[in-house]
């Protein structure tokens, strides 16, 4: 978008889900793995809830994208442009401090960095250079399942849409279950069995800002009763994301659009690439020097 057609709003949520998952993983999740050697004063599980928040804005920003391209091939090159360079980037960079340093645990090899650098490696059961990009994972699948229905002519009729790929699903995992198998991880990824919904609601919030078309409400309806289904322990904080998201992308909150959040919204993907190991290297080097005791 031009700079006068950006909605602001977006940003900020992408630096809030960028701050979310940050202080997950130097609060809760370095906790249960190495420790801190004196309790925090706080915890944030709610934190691992940013990468939620990642995906409705993706749903959103994609179907907004392909609504306005004519072009499949555009699509395809604006998003490997800002996927991959960053994406190269924080693999050279993470591989080399984790690999100096050390890191108990997440140490790769060579030949798992270079398949890494493919964005494919949750498929092949590769290792990931670190440990957050297994959301790549599941976007690229979302970015694929757009291009074939941007191509197929899908896009006209998202409710549909949805309920081919909520079909798709419980073919696939009723299939595995009277099979006795369980579903490949590489699967569940593909199919977007578990996060689908949240890229689809991404697409309901679009569709009520630009149109405010009622097959959003439908739309929106629907996911939420997809996620109440696959997380109904979380549901309260789910549903809190949801509200945010909609007054942001409705412009019912523009003190969203504060500079702090706006230059973290900037920053958002190369600092969501490196802050996880690189983070963890810096804390067990400090706690080492008995710093932040």
Same mark, same amino acid.
């Given at each position: @978008?031009?700079?006068?057609?950006?909605?602001?709003?977006?940003?900020?949520?992408?630096?809030?889900? =960028?701050?979310?998952?940050?202080?997950?993983?130097?609060?809760?999740?370095?906790?249960?793995?190495?420790?801190?050697? !004196? @309790?925090?004063?706080? %915890?944030?599980?709610? *934190?691992?809830?940013?990468?939620?928040l990642?995906?409705?804005?993706?749903?959103?920003?994609?179907?907004?994208?392909?609504?306005?391209?004519?072009?499949?091939?555009?699509?395809? &090159?604006?998003?490997?442009?800002?996927?991959?360079?960053?994406?190269w980037?924080?693999?050279?960079?993470?591989?080399?401090?984790? !690999?100096?340093?050390?890191?108990?645990?997440?140490?790769?090899?060579? +030949?798992?960095?270079?398949?890494? $650098?493919?964005?494919?490696?949750?498929?092949?059961?590769?290792?990931?250079i670190?440990?957050?990009?297994?959301?790549?994972?599941?976007?690229?699948?979302?970015?694929?399942?757009?291009?074939?229905?941007?191509?197929?002519?899908?896009?006209?009729?998202?409710?549909?849409?949805? $309920?081919? +790929?909520?079909?798709?699903?419980?073919?696939?995992?009723? !299939?595995? #279950?009277s099979?006795?198998?369980?579903?490949?991880?590489?699967?569940?990824?593909?199919? /977007?069995?578990?996060?689908?919904?949240?890229f689809?609601?991404?697409?309901?919030?679009?569709?009520?800002?630009?149109?405010?078309?009622?097959?959003?409400?439908?739309?929106?309806?629907?996911?939420?009763?997809?996620?109440?289904?696959?997380?109904?322990? =979380? &549901? #309260?904080? %789910?549903?809190?994301i %949801?509200a945010?998201? =909609?007054?942001?992308?409705?412009?019912?909150?523009? /003190?969203?659009?504060?500079? @702090?959040?706006?230059?973290?919204? =900037?920053?958002?993907?190369?600092?969501?690439?490196?802050?996880?190991?690189? *983070?963890?290297? &810096? &804390?067990?080097?400090?706690?080492?020097? %008995?710093?932040?005791?």
């Amino acid at each position: @978008p031009t700079p006068t057609s950006r909605i602001k709003e977006l940003d900020a949520l992408r630096g809030i889900g =960028a701050a979310m998952v940050v202080l997950f993983h130097y609060t809760t999740a370095f906790d249960d793995l190495y420790g801190h050697p !004196t @309790p925090l004063p706080f %915890n944030f599980d709610i *934190g691992y809830y940013g990468v939620h928040l990642f995906f409705l804005v993706s749903g959103f920003v994609i179907y907004m994208t392909l609504e306005r391209t004519s072009d499949a091939r555009r699509f395809v &090159i604006s998003r490997a442009t800002r996927l991959f360079p960053a994406y190269w980037t924080a693999i050279l960079i993470t591989f080399a401090v984790v !690999t100096l340093v050390g890191l108990p645990g997440s140490e790769r090899t060579v +030949w798992e960095a270079l398949a890494n $650098l493919t964005m494919l490696q949750e498929y092949a059961g590769i290792r990931h250079i670190d440990g957050v990009y297994w959301t790549l994972s599941v976007e690229l699948a979302f970015y694929a399942w757009m291009f074939i229905a941007f191509r197929a002519g899908l896009l006209r009729k998202p409710v549909r849409t949805l $309920l081919i +790929w909520l079909t798709v699903n419980i073919l696939a995992i009723g !299939t595995a #279950v009277s099979l006795e198998v369980p579903l490949p991880q590489a699967v569940r990824i593909l199919l /977007l069995t578990e996060y689908g919904n949240l890229f689809f609601a991404g697409i309901g919030f679009y569709l009520w800002r630009q149109h405010h078309s009622p097959t959003a409400v439908v739309l929106i309806a629907l996911t939420l009763i997809l996620e109440a289904t696959l997380r109904p322990d =979380a &549901i #309260v904080i %789910n549903l809190a994301i %949801n509200a945010l998201f =909609a007054l942001a992308t409705t412009r019912r909150f523009p /003190l969203l659009a504060t500079r @702090p959040l706006l230059y973290l919204g =900037a920053i958002s993907y190369p600092l969501y690439l490196v802050h996880q190991y690189i *983070g963890y290297v &810096i &804390i067990r080097q400090l706690y080492a020097w %008995n710093l932040g005791h």
